[in-house]
C-alpha cells in the first residue's frame, strides 16, 4: 500500500488544519497515512481524525509568540530577552527536526502544506520520493515566495493551489525557470451533503468565524458594527480567539458597538456547525484569504454570505447577487448596505441560502475525492 507522509505545523483550530485533516481523513480511505506535525499544540488534533491516521509530533515544545508579544507589549527588556532566546530556539530546532525528517524518508509520497517545508523538503528529501505540494493562502506576489517558486521548487512533482487563478500565476510564475513541476488545481472540500439535513429556526445574527488576527479584518467589521445593526434587533457573533482579541473587545468600546457585537470564543467544529444553522448571514471581512474554508462551512448551513472581494478566494464561491454579495474592497459603506438589505427581506435570504447551499456540492469530498486520487495514482 502507497505510504502518504503529510507535513503540518500542527494540528489545532483553523483553517488549514481542519484542510489537512479532511485531506489525510479522504486518502486514508486507500493509503497508509502520516501526519507529520512540528508541534503538539493543547486539545489537537482539533478536528476529528480518521484513526487509521498516524501523527508523529517532531516537538514537544510550542511557539511562545504569544509570550513574547506581551513582553514586548510590558516593555519588560528581560523577559524580552528571554522569550525571544527561546523563540530562536525553537524555530532552529524546527528547522534541524524537519531537516532530519526529511533527509529519513525513502519512499512512497510526500506532501508538504508550508512553503517553508516545501523548499526544505525540496532540498532534503530523496529524489525517489513523490513530492507534493500545497499552498493554502494567496501568494499576493510576494517577493519572497516568487523566487522560491521559481528556484527551489524543482523537486517538486506537482503543486497543488487551491483556485485556478493562483494555478495560472504560479504557472505564469516558473515559466523559464521550472519545467518539471506540474501546476495542478485541487480545492478545499467539506464532507458530504446529507439528501435531507435539519436546520433549526434562523436567528437574527450575523456571524462570522476565524482566529482573532489581523488578516482576518474583524478592526473593519467592528467598526462597521453599529451601523449594520443600530435600529434592529440583531446581533454580531464572532467566533475564535487570538491575539487581537484585546485589542478588537477595546476597539468595539470605542466605537459604541458594545451592544451589536458579541465575542463567543473558541468552539469546536460541532458547535460552530450549531452557530451556522442558526444564524441567518455569514460576513467575511479578510484582508487575505486562499480558498477560505469557513465559506464553504458557512454556504453548507444555508447562509448566503457577505464579503469583501480580495484578490483571491471569497470570488471562488460567491456569486454576487445569487448566493451573496462581493463588495468591493474597503467599500464599507457598500458591505453595511449589503447587509441591511438581507436583514429586512427574509425571502431573499432563504433564495440566496438555498443557492449557497447548492453551491457548496461542488466542492464535497466525493466532488474533489477523484481529483486527489488521480494526483497519487497517475501523478496527474
Same mark, same amino acid.
Given at each position: 500500500?502507497?505510504?502518504?507522509?503529510?507535513?503540518?505545523?500542527?494540528?489545532?483550530?483553523?483553517?488549514?488544519?481542519?484542510?489537512?485533516?479532511?485531506?489525510?481523513?479522504?486518502?486514508?480511505?486507500?493509503?497508509?497515512?502520516?501526519?507529520?506535525?512540528?508541534?503538539?499544540?493543547?486539545?489537537?488534533?482539533?478536528?476529528?481524525?480518521?484513526?487509521?491516521?498516524?501523527?508523529?509530533?517532531?516537538?514537544?515544545?510550542?511557539?511562545?509568540?504569544?509570550?513574547?508579544?506581551?513582553?514586548?507589549?510590558?516593555?519588560?527588556?528581560?523577559?524580552?530577552?528571554?522569550?525571544?532566546?527561546?523563540?530562536?530556539?525553537?524555530?532552529?530546532?524546527?528547522?534541524?527536526?524537519?531537516?532530519?525528517?526529511?533527509?529519513?524518508?525513502?519512499?512512497?509520497?510526500?506532501?508538504?502544506?508550508?512553503?517553508?517545508?516545501?523548499?526544505?523538503?525540496?532540498?532534503?528529501?530523496?529524489?525517489?520520493?513523490?513530492?507534493?505540494?500545497?499552498?493554502?493562502?494567496?501568494?499576493?506576489?510576494?517577493?519572497?515566495?516568487?523566487?522560491?517558486?521559481?528556484?527551489?521548487?524543482?523537486?517538486?512533482?506537482?503543486?497543488?493551489?487551491?483556485?485556478?487563478?493562483?494555478?495560472?500565476?504560479?504557472?505564469?510564475?516558473?515559466?523559464?525557470?521550472?519545467?518539471?513541476?506540474?501546476?495542478?488545481?485541487?480545492?478545499?472540500?467539506?464532507?458530504?451533503?446529507?439528501?435531507?439535513?435539519?436546520?433549526?429556526?434562523?436567528?437574527?445574527?450575523?456571524?462570522?468565524?476565524?482566529?482573532?488576527?489581523?488578516?482576518?479584518?474583524?478592526?473593519?467589521?467592528?467598526?462597521?458594527?453599529?451601523?449594520?445593526?443600530?435600529?434592529?434587533?440583531?446581533?454580531?457573533?464572532?467566533?475564535?480567539?487570538?491575539?487581537?482579541?484585546?485589542?478588537?473587545?477595546?476597539?468595539?468600546?470605542?466605537?459604541?458597538?458594545?451592544?451589536?457585537?458579541?465575542?463567543?470564543?473558541? &468552539?469546536?467544529?460541532?458547535?460552530?456547525?450549531?452557530?451556522?444553522?442558526?444564524?441567518?448571514?455569514?460576513?467575511?471581512?479578510?484582508?487575505?484569504?486562499?480558498?477560505?474554508?469557513?465559506?464553504?462551512?458557512?454556504?453548507?448551513?444555508?447562509?448566503?454570505?457577505?464579503?469583501?472581494?480580495?484578490?483571491?478566494?471569497?470570488?471562488?464561491?460567491?456569486?454576487?447577487?445569487?448566493?451573496?454579495?462581493?463588495?468591493?474592497?474597503?467599500?464599507?459603506?457598500?458591505?453595511?448596505?449589503?447587509?441591511?438589505?438581507?436583514?429586512?427581506?427574509?425571502?431573499?435570504?432563504?433564495?440566496?441560502?438555498?443557492?449557497?447551499?447548492? &453551491?457548496?456540492?461542488?466542492?464535497?469530498?466525493?466532488?474533489?475525492?477523484?481529483?486527489?486520487?488521480?494526483?497519487?495514482?497517475?501523478?496527474?
Amino acid at each position: 500500500m502507497t505510504k502518504i507522509r503529510i507535513i503540518a505545523l500542527h494540528l489545532a483550530y483553523g483553517g488549514v488544519e481542519k484542510a489537512i485533516i479532511s485531506t489525510a481523513n479522504l486518502l486514508a480511505e486507500r493509503y497508509e497515512v502520516e501526519i507529520i506535525s512540528m508541534y503538539h499544540m493543547p486539545n489537537s488534533p482539533a478536528y476529528e481524525l480518521d484513526p487509521k491516521v498516524k501523527v508523529v509530533y517532531l516537538m514537544k515544545d510550542i511557539p511562545n509568540k504569544e509570550a513574547f508579544l506581551t513582553s514586548l507589549e510590558q516593555k519588560k527588556p528581560l523577559k524580552i530577552i528571554k522569550e525571544g532566546c527561546k523563540s530562536i530556539k525553537i524555530l532552529y530546532k524546527k528547522r534541524a527536526l524537519l531537516k532530519k525528517a526529511a533527509a529519513q524518508i525513502h519512499d512512497g509520497i510526500v506532501i508538504t502544506t508550508r512553503n517553508e517545508d516545501t523548499v526544505l523538503f525540496n532540498r532534503y528529501l530523496d529524489p525517489k520520493v513523490y513530492l507534493i505540494a500545497q499552498l493554502h493562502h494567496d501568494h499576493r506576489f510576494d517577493k519572497k515566495l516568487v523566487s522560491d517558486f521559481q528556484k527551489h521548487y524543482g523537486r517538486v512533482d506537482v503543486f497543488a493551489l487551491l483556485s485556478q487563478r493562483l494555478c495560472d500565476e504560479v504557472c505564469e510564475m516558473m515559466q523559464g525557470y521550472n519545467t518539471h513541476t506540474k501546476c495542478i488545481v485541487i480545492p478545499n472540500f467539506i464532507n458530504d451533503i446529507p439528501a435531507q439535513d435539519i436546520f433549526p429556526q434562523k436567528e437574527h445574527v450575523l456571524l462570522t468565524v476565524g482566529r482573532l488576527h489581523k488578516v482576518k479584518g474583524y478592526d473593519r467589521l467592528i467598526k462597521m458594527a453599529k451601523a449594520i445593526c443600530s435600529d434592529t434587533d440583531w446581533k454580531l457573533n464572532i467566533i475564535g480567539d487570538g491575539f487581537e482579541e484585546a485589542n478588537l473587545r477595546a476597539l468595539a468600546k470605542t466605537e459604541h458597538a458594545e451592544d451589536y457585537v458579541a465575542f463567543l470564543g473558541q &468552539k469546536n467544529g460541532d458547535e460552530v456547525e450549531e452557530a451556522m444553522k442558526k444564524a441567518s448571514v455569514f460576513l467575511m471581512t479578510s484582508y487575505s484569504e486562499g480558498f477560505p474554508f469557513v465559506l464553504l462551512e458557512a454556504m453548507r448551513a444555508k447562509l448566503p454570505c457577505i464579503a469583501f472581494d480580495v484578490r483571491v478566494g471569497p470570488g471562488a464561491l460567491i456569486d454576487h447577487e445569487k448566493n451573496g454579495y462581493l463588495i468591493k474592497d474597503h467599500d464599507s459603506d457598500a458591505f453595511v448596505k449589503a447587509c441591511r438589505e438581507l436583514m429586512v427581506n427574509q425571502e431573499i435570504r432563504t433564495e440566496m441560502g438555498e443557492a449557497a447551499y447548492e &453551491k457548496c456540492r461542488c466542492y464535497t469530498k466525493s466532488a474533489v475525492a477523484d481529483l486527489w486520487f488521480r494526483v497519487i495514482e497517475k501523478g496527474i
